[in-house]
């Protein structure tokens, strides 16, 4: 096998890039199930659709993932906050409820930032043909 030439990105295997888009799927599907405990049916199909437009393939698609997910995060911090102050007036514990919404909350910031990862910019952002 050839060595790539200097400055040429390497070849990425198809299982790295989708093992790091695991994460991803993962977080729309718990994105979807929140919405579907809260009778969004629009905002499930939406959450559902989202990793499918990395298929695009292109800037756009990965930056409208990632201020979706970055969104998601914050629909799940929003909901910790929430759920807290009901708690808390009622007079129930809310500590593990907190640790495992925020939990969720910093998986979905995470699969922002996966989207970030160099075998993934590299397989997901091609150059637009003109």
């Not at 292109?58 to 201020?67: D, F, H, I, N």
């Not at 914050?74 to 009901?86: D, I, K, R, V, Y």
């Amino acid at each position: 096998m050839d060595a790539p030439a200097p400055g040429a990105a390497p070849e990425d295997s198809g299982l790295k890039v989708g093992l790091l888009l695991v994460p991803v799927g993962l977080s729309a599907l718990l994105q979807a199930a929140h919405f579907l405990r809260f009778g969004g049916c629009g905002m499930v199909a939406v959450s559902l659709a989202l990793p499918f437009v990395l298929l695009a393939r292109r800037g756009w698609a990965v930056r409208l993932v990632q201020v979706a997910l970055v969104a998601g995060a914050a629909s799940w911090g929003w909901t910790a906050l929430g759920f807290m102050q009901e708690r808390q007036l009622m007079g129930a514990p809310y500590l593990r409820m907190l640790l495992i919404l925020g939990g969720v909350a910093l998986f979905t910031l995470g699969s922002a930032l996966v989207l970030e990862a160099g075998p993934l910019r590299r397989r997901l952002r091609r150059p637009s043909r003109r």
